[in-house]
């Protein structure tokens, strides 16, 4: 293929591509937000039963505090905040 032609395809696949971006960045802005908020989804159907699990705890220790009772809490607390800086390094390390 000469060099000249190449050019010339390639003229045509640019033309083609400024075309058919509007359509397609259209339909990702359509569908993308399901995904996302499925995603949101996922991770609360994770996450809230550990949430709500340690709220209950928290009640329990104001009504009757116990060691047990506060060292489960802290742990979980703990484990939450971990996972959520982990998350946090993740997504500056996807940023970059």
């Known amino acids: 293929m ?9 003229k045509v696949l640019n033309e083609l591509w400024n075309v058919l971006e509007p359509f397609i960045i259209n ?22 039963p550990a949430l709500d699990s340690l709220k209950k705890l928290k009640e329990k220790i104001k009504t009757s505090p116990n060691a ?12 939450i905040e971990t996972f959520a800086n982990y998350l946090l390094t993740v997504v500056a390390d996807l940023r970059k």
Do not use: T
Request: aromatic share 14%.
């Open 27 to 48: 339909l990702a802005e359509k569908n993308v937000p399901k995904y996302i908020r499925k995603l949101y989804e996922n991770l609360a159907k994770v996450a809230q």
């Open 2 to 10: 000469s060099l000249l032609s190449w050019l010339k395809n390639w």
């Open 68 to 79: 047990l009772d506060d060292y489960c809490f802290n742990q979980g607390v703990n484990a």
